[in-house]
């Protein structure tokens, strides 16, 4: 992501066929807290495309450092989240969006993984 300065989409699918994913506001990057703007947003295509939005209670956007990736929070539980090998994952509702879990178990593990930066 190093010169990336656009928003990015994140796309995943799992070993259970679930298809989701997170459109972040700004790049991805190392960070001590969280970062990012109400612009962020969780996704899913399973039963049929649905987006969670920002719903207000808090700013828990986007949390990256060198061992995961983190989309959402709030009561010890992210929206979506990514071990650093970008193989193990897991989802939860979280305040942040407003989400149900995007996977169909807590944990999940990624078969397919794709990012996209826009210009």
């Known amino acids: 992501m190093q010169g990336q300065d656009t928003p990015i989409l994140l796309v995943i699918?799992?070993?259970?066929?679930?298809?989701?994913?997170?459109l972040a506001s700004e790049p991805f990057k190392v960070s001590d807290g969280f970062y990012g703007t109400g612009e962020?947003?969780?996704?899913?295509?399973n039963p049929e495309f649905e987006v969670f939005k920002w719903t207000g209670d808090n700013m828990f956007f986007i949390k990256g450092d060198m061992d995961s990736l983190?989309?959402?929070?709030?009561?010890?539980?992210f929206g979506l989240w990514l071990d650093g090998d970008l193989y193990h994952g897991r989802s939860h509702s979280c305040k942040t969006f407003g989400n149900p879990m995007l996977s169909k178990k807590?944990?999940?593990y990624v078969q397919d993984i794709e990012v996209w930066a826009f210009e």
């Open 40 to 45: 962020t947003f969780l996704f899913t295509f």
């Open 70 to 77: 983190a989309f959402g929070g709030g009561s010890g539980e």
């Open 13 to 22: 699918k799992d070993s259970d066929g679930q298809v989701f994913g997170a």
């Open 106 to 108: 807590e944990d999940f």
